[in-house]
C-alpha cells in the first residue's frame, strides 16, 4: 500500500471522533456552524481512503446527546444539514455498487420525525450490503449506550428470556448499539480527551490526538494514523 510500511497491519475497523469544524471556520472569520459543510464533505473523502486501504468498518462521532443543547440556530442548521446530507447519501449508486451497508447508532429517537424517518430508511436500504460498514454516531453517549444495554438486560431477565446468571460481558456487548469494537480511535481538533465515546467497545483500541481540524483532516494524516497503528504493540490488557 502507498505510504505505508510494506509489513504494516492495516486495522480492520476505525472510528473518529469528528471534532474543530467550529473552531476551523472561526478562523476563517466565518459563522462558527458553517464549519459543520466543510466536516461533512470531509467524510466522503474519508470512505475513499478507507476502501483503498481495505478498511471495512468506519464508525464516525457525528453527533452527541449533549449536542442538542446547542443554540436554536445552530441546531437548526444542524438539523437541515442531516436531512440534506442523508437524502445525498440514499440517492448515492456506490452504496448498491460498493456494498456499503450505513448503520445509525444512538437514541435516534431524539431527532425530529422526519430525520429519524431518513435514518431508518437508509439503514433498511442497505441492510443487506456485505462489503463495508459505515456507522454514524448520533444522539450518541457512551453513558447512554451503557444504560440502554442495562435496561434491554433488564427487560429480559423480567420477561423471563434471559437467566440472571448468564449475564456476562458477551451478553452485554450484544446489547449495546454496535458490538463491533474499533480498532483505532482517530481524534481531530486537538482535544486529548475521548468524550463519552465507545467506552465499551474501544477499552483496548488504539488512540490518536490530533491537532488539526476535522475538515483540514488529509490523506497525508490518514496515512501517517495507519503507519503509528502499525508500529504499535497491541497487548490487550496483557
Known amino acids: 500500500m502507498p505510504g505505508m510500511n510494506s509489513n504494516s497491519t492495516v486495522p480492520k475497523h476505525i472510528a473518529v471522533i469528528l471534532d474543530g469544524n467550529r473552531r476551523f471556520s472561526r478562523r476563517l472569520m466565518m459563522k462558527p456552524f458553517k464549519g459543520h459543510e ?9 470512505f475513499d481512503w478507507c476502501k483503498e486501504y481495505a478498511i471495512r468498518e ?23 444539514l442531516f436531512r440534506k446530507e442523508f437524502d445525498a447519501l440514499k440517492d448515492d449508486p456506490k452504496l448498491a455498487a460498493e456494498g456499503i451497508r450505513i448503520n445509525v447508532i444512538g437514541r435516534l429517537w431524539m431527532f425530529p420525525q422526519d430525520i429519524q424517518d431518513r435514518l431508518h430508511a437508509i439503514m433498511e436500504q442497505t441492510r443487506m450490503n456485505r462489503n463495508y460498514i459505515v456507522n454514524f454516531a448520533m444522539a450518541y453517549g457512551g453513558r447512554t449506550e451503557v444504560v440502554d444495554a442495562t435496561r434491554k438486560i433488564a427487560e ?16 452485554f456487548s450484544r446489547n449495546l448499539y454496535t458490538e463491533d469494537e474499533p480498532d483505532l480511535i482517530i481524534r481531530t481538533g486537538g482535544e486529548k480527551r475521548t468524550s463519552n465515546f465507545l467506552p465499551f467497545q474501544g477499552a483496548y483500541a488504539e488512540w490518536i490526538f490530533l491537532e488539526k481540524m476535522w475538515p483540514e483532516f488529509g490523506k497525508d494524516d490518514f496515512v501517517a494514523c495507519l503507519n503509528e497503528y502499525a508500529f504499535r504493540h497491541r497487548r490487550f490488557g496483557r
Open 38 to 46: 466543510w466536516g461533512a464533505r470531509k467524510i466522503h473523502d474519508l
Open 58 to 80: 468506519l464508525t464516525l462521532y457525528s453527533f452527541s446527546v449533549e449536542n442538542f443543547n446547542r443554540p436554536k440556530k445552530e441546531f437548526d442548521y444542524l438539523m437541515d
Open 156 to 171: 429480559q431477565v423480567k420477561a423471563g428470556t434471559l437467566d440472571i446468571s448468564q449475564i456476562n460481558e458477551e451478553t
